[in-house]
């Protein structure tokens, strides 16, 4: 049994220590003016896109 925990540890390690090696951007959002329940943003330096919630729901916030 011990041996069948290291296999799957060593397993998860590996995945993780790959996922490290990809370069990743430090994202410079840039952000539409709200018009609407989401705006569209864009990263400056990767170009990368993706929606921006405008408002925050009760159940998001840390009372």
Known sequence: MVIEKD????????????EQT???CKHHWVIETANGPVSWGECQICHEGKEFQNSIRDADRDY
């Open 7 to 18: 296999l799957v540890e060593n397993v998860a390690v590996q995945a993780v220590a790959e």
């Open 22 to 24: 990809e370069p990743a």
